[in-house]
């Protein structure tokens, strides 16, 4: 072979290492830019699911899911004296917890003051046909 023959060959190994490199990059590039657009629908529960589920991969597919789930329910608007009455009850629970540290048996948490309203206004908002998640709230 000659000289020119193995010069071809070095640009052409040289040529392939360097897409296989760039092609690492703007794929990692890619995924860095999904995880961003998750986290941006998502929030902070996006954080803990790719903790808890190990990596980004299976988290963004478990937030697909709750997002189809979500998709099932039936939410509608609250009417504003609904809006209100719920708002005067978050309120107060969050008085309630601020004020009292302890509850009058000595726990060292408050009891769940906000358990109730926040069961009646899941009632009120979330309507899934076929849903057992109002039945549990029962």
Sequence with gaps: ???????????VVVLVI?????????????GSKKSV??????????????????NESKAQKEMDNRQKHVDTLK???LSLSEREKYLAEWKA??????????????RS???????HAASQLSRI????????????LS
């Design 1 to 11: 072979m000659s000289t020119s023959t193995y010069t071809i060959i070095i640009v």
């Design 18 to 30: 360097l897409g296989l490199v760039l092609g690492a990059v703007f794929s990692r590039r890619q």
């Design 37 to 54: 657009r998750y986290q941006d629908k998502f929030g902070p529960e996006y954080d803990a699911t790719v903790k808890t589920m190990g």
């Design 75 to 77: 939410i509608r608007s």
């Design 93 to 106: 629970v969050q008085a309630k917890f601020i004020d009292q540290t302890r509850s009058a048996n000595g």
């Design 109 to 115: 948490r408050p009891p769940d003051h906000g358990s």
């Design 125 to 136: 908002r979330f309507r899934a046909a076929g849903s057992r998640y109002l039945d549990q």
